[in-house]
């Protein structure tokens, strides 16, 4: 019955795009918002869907909303985008361990009305086929499963190879002067909450959110998320349901965690300001409170300091900070059942120097999480934005770990860009479930990734390369859990992307 509903959801929505779509003038090779994040030179090759970005660049901004001779005169001055997108994965485990291969192929439409009295409509949808990989699920035989290219589909049904669709975004909007609400299902991008799109489709989050630049060089966001669409997943979930998708690691008290399906949570209240007198400094404090789950702050500085007279080259500095605590009970009365316990608190520091020119930015990264608890942020919501990380790992749910990092960006040509990445990860022994969640050794990560955007007749398209290694530093014991894909393994993606 969840399958049928799920797919008269999709059926819907993609109608609703189909019927718009008839009365809309198609308008070809527009390009993605340019505006830049704290995470901009990794999201260049992990690039973020561009149905809503092509939404938001196509934003019609009228003082004083046009007249319209009908509601069809209307719909055809609304803009339409398409975004075609195929991702091969494989991951190549140590000795007999088992290994991994997946590639994925997806559609997808997206329409967004004109200005209306300051009041737009939004809509998209997608689908992914899955056209070729081996067994992704959990084999009942080694309890063993891929961890990366399962995520191109339904985590939650790996088996699934054909109903794999969903009605992403679904919203209205307001636009005010220099401020936007909108509401409903949509993209929003904050330092831990944010597409993540490592994958075929990105998380998605279903809020009232507000972004507000009337005061000059101060940019507001927040507000009240009630429901999640999670990457990896063709659902939609309210918050508490949300958490699980990944797997849930290891309770504090021994055993598979107990959380999934047993915590209570209304909702997430987000609130972020940021302050840049110029193009130099730039500083901002977030604020996360996940009802009965946590408060967690986070503060991010980054500076410019120029060293020549032209002013092309500059020493980087930034430094993060963080501090994080239990909300409520942590979910549940049950401690065992809770997604965080009552009591720990962490903190957490992030820091970067390096040196950047017009055409490479290199830096050392460090980032520490204190040993008083660990730090929990749902993986499903976001990748973190430590300066430390690298693609196909992460620091979520650890105490006590030190991370090391050294990262070089390349502009070879306005179209061309790489990125060459090493760092070592000292984490807490794999048997210590109070400080490892997920079981994780002390690693070393080598990345290289590249990406590039064609123009002239082919603009629009673009492609994009990655290699992983890791290599355990750590004790394993000899056990596959601690072993297969976590380290002594290689991954490989490539992706092709085409946006109009």
């Not at 049904?157 to 669709?165: S, V």
């Not at 993209?187 to 799109?197: R, S, W």
């Not at 300066?387 to 960006?409: C, K, N, Q, W």
């Amino acid at each position: 019955m969840r399958k049928l509903i799920r797919k008269g959801r999709v059926i819907i929505g993609a109608a609703i795009v189909c019927a718009i779509l008839a009365n809309t003038r198609v308008v070809m090779g527009q390009q993605p918002d340019s505006s830049k994040t704290t995470r901009e030179s990794v999201e260049f090759i992990l690039q973020q869907d561009t149905l809503q970005q092509k939404a938001q660049v196509n934003r019609v901004v009228s003082g004083d909303t046009a007249k319209y001779k009908s509601i069809k005169d209307y719909l055809q001055k609304g803009k339409f985008s398409g975004h075609v997108r195929s991702y091969f994965m494989a991951t190549d485990n140590t000795a007999d361990y088992p290994d991994y291969h997946a590639l994925a192929w997806g559609t997808g439409l997206g329409y967004e009305s004109a200005d209306f009295h300051g009041f737009q409509l939004g809509v998209s949808g997608f689908f992914i086929f899955n056209l070729w990989s081996n067994a992704l699920g959990t084999n009942p035989e080694t309890g063993l499963s891929s961890r990366y290219e399962i995520g191109l589909f339904d985590a939650l049904n790996p088996d699934d190879k054909r109903d794999l669709g969903r009605l992403e975004t679904l919203y209205l909007r307001y636009n005010y002067r220099k401020s936007v609400a909108t509401i409903g299902r949509q993209k929003i991008t904050t330092p831990f909450i944010n597409p993540q799109d490592g994958r075929m489709r990105p998380t998605l989050v279903n809020a009232l959110w507000l972004e507000s630049k009337e005061l000059e060089k101060l940019t507001f966001q927040g507000g009240w998320i009630f429901g999640m669409g999670p990457r990896s997943t063709q659902d939609w979930f309210s918050v508490e349901e949300s958490i699980g998708s990944v797997p849930v690691g290891r309770s504090v008290f021994g055993g598979s965690s107990q959380f999934k399906g047993n915590i209570s949570s209304a909702g997430i209240a987000v609130g972020g300001i940021t302050y840049q007198p110029s193009k130099n400094l730039k500083t901002s404090i977030w604020h996360y409170y996940t009802d009965n789950l946590y408060n967690l702050t986070f503060s991010q500085t980054d500076v410019a300091i120029p060293v020549t007279q032209s002013k092309q080259q500059s020493i980087v500095l930034g430094l993060q900070a963080g501090y994080q605590t239990t909300s409520g009970n942590g979910g549940n009365t049950d401690q065992l059942k809770a997604y965080i316990p009552k009591g720990p608190e962490t903190w957490l520091i992030s820091s970067k120097f390096g040196y950047k020119t017009p055409g490479i930015e290199t830096s050392l990264n460090y980032t520490h999480i204190s040993d008083k608890g660990r730090f929990l942020f749902p993986r499903e919501w976001g990748i973190e934005p430590f300066y430390t990380f690298m693609p196909r790992e992460r620091l979520e749910g650890v105490a006590d770990v030190h991370s090391f990092a050294v990262i070089t960006d390349v502009k070879v040509t306005e179209q061309w860009k790489a990125r060459a990445g090493y760092s070592i990860a000292e984490m807490p022994d794999v048997k210590d479930v109070v400080k490892n969640k997920y079981a994780m050794p002390s690693y070393a990560h080598l990345l290289l990734m590249t990406n590039y955007n064609f123009k002239g007749m082919l603009d629009g398209l673009s492609m994009q390369a990655l290699y992983v290694y890791k290599n355990g530093r750590g004790e394993t014991y000899d056990t596959p859990n601690f072993i297969v894909n976590k380290v002594d393994m290689s991954h490989y993606s490539f992706v092709v992307n085409y946006t109009y």
